[in-house]
């Protein structure tokens, strides 16, 4: 009787768990492929346009992994592999890759030495019939330097006397890159503005702005008939005096377009703002990040600021401190409450005109280790901590923030950490790939997701509702889906409420495609 009633107890658990899962999301499971290239990194994954998929992939072999080549998956709407193509390639500077109008995109940065310049290359294929073409679509002369892309946008050397920097618009239909040459009394700063078919839309010189200061621009974004450009980033003062209360920079946006520019600087007295970016909402430009109340880094609340598209005039700024709950919910009753280094993920507009949007605590750390040779070796590790998550309102106070607790640290591959996030009916979901069967619960409505040591690894997804309430849902099982999910770099479908996961482990892949009801 004891066992009947156990059984039936455990039955009535996973009917209740599998309905609860049924409320919020649908997935499919695509057959396991075998893969020739077990040591890859994702670069790109998107639609083909026929409801099937497309993934670019970075490939290493040899003793010591070197990068080989690039490797193209086409998949079709069922899920099944149509076709694949290795695009041998040794020794490229890799930039960035999309996928758009039937074509693979990749993006390089060479050092011509013949002409003494640096170039931007782009190899790009039908993937319906793979040939690569290569073509140059900007060419800056100078002598080679150390590092002239610009990958941390947070730490710039600007003395090298040649750096570039290449930002893409959220969808990838447009990107700007930045180049700054200096030798001696020459100072020049360029910005150029491309979109996806490789079309200069126009260039700026910039160079009277970088006599007083130096950019280090992070994020960026185009008006929709795309003729303006709107940059914003770190403006490094060169030569001011400084007091205590001070930082050596200030957060600035830039518009340009092809008949000129103007600027804007987030200055008021003890408020420091961090980690903006713009976004429109319908005609109106918004600037949206994180605030500090001293110098240093540690966060203190949400900055919103209001634009005009044109003249960048600020008609309205705001600084909403981070609530009571928020706090409890990411220290609990810890006395040191340092809030820092959070990456934006995801912003969007609902309906009514409030905005949904989330960040990640992100850093790396450095340590040196033996190899198997006997030798010591810099090893660099990515730690993706804490999500949040917040609501301000159509004018800009804060609705409500919540903290999801989390922990981890890769050595590889991001794209098998951090989380993706969607929202939809006022609602924000989460999705967490973690080896842990559940999270640690903290308290009533707070949770702690921790990396865990199974090479098998659960799907969580963490509702964030309206009111910022939360729930969560195991939604896939390691046993259902052997295949760890490149859970922070899916292809999603708006229009289908749809989120397309690539699952990858040494010789096996498989996609993974999970609807949002």
Known sequence: MLKRSVFLFLFITNVLASLAQEELVTYTIGEKFHDKYRYSNMLAIADDGNEGTVVVRAYYTGIVLKPKGYFIEHYNKDLELVSEYNYKLKGANFIDAYVRNGQV?????????NNRSYQ???????????????????????????????????NRNF????????????????????????????????????????????????????????????????????????????????????????????YEMVRVSSSGRSLQSFYTPRKFPEALKPIFKGGELLCIGFYADRKDNRYNGISYFNLDPMSLTLKTEKFNAFSEQFMLDKFGREDDKAIK?????????????????????????????????????????????????????ATGDLVWARNINKTEVTQGDGAYASYSAYTKNNNTYFFISTSAENPQQLSDDRIMFKQGLSRNRNVFLIRLDENGHMKYNKVIDDTEARLPLMVSAPYIDRQKDELMFYAKRGTKKQLVQVGVK
């Open 105 to 113: 995109y990749l993006l390089f940065l060479e050092y011509n030495y």
């Open 120 to 154: 931007y290359e782009v190899h790009r294929s039908p993937f319906s019939q793979f040939q690569f073409t290569k073509e140059t679509i900007l060419s800056i002369a100078s002598e080679p330097v150390e590092q002239p892309l610009d990958r941390n946008f947070y």
């Open 159 to 250: 003395s090298s006397g040649f750096t570039t920097s290449i930002l893409f618009n959220d969808d990838k239909s447009a990107f700007a890159i930045t180049t700054h040459y200096k030798k001696r009394k020459v100072d020049q700063h360029t910005i150029y503005a491309f979109n996806a078919n490789l079309n200069k839309l126009f260039e700026h010189d910039f160079s009277d702005e970088v006599e007083e200061k130096n950019y280090a621009f992070e994020n960026v974004v185009f008006s929709k008939d795309m003729q303006n450009v709107y940059l914003v980033g770190k403006a490094y003062f060169k030569k001011k005096r400084f007091n205590a209360t001070e930082r050596k920079f200030q």
């Open 341 to 393: 280094n959070l990456v934006f993920k995801g912003m969007d507009i609902t309906s009514e005109g409030n905005i949904l949007f989330n960040a990640e605590e992100y850093f790396t750390s450095n340590s040196v280790q033996s190899n198997s040779s006997g030798g010591r070796v810099m090893v660099t590790r990515y730690h993706h901590n804490d999500i949040i998550s917040a609501k301000l309102s």
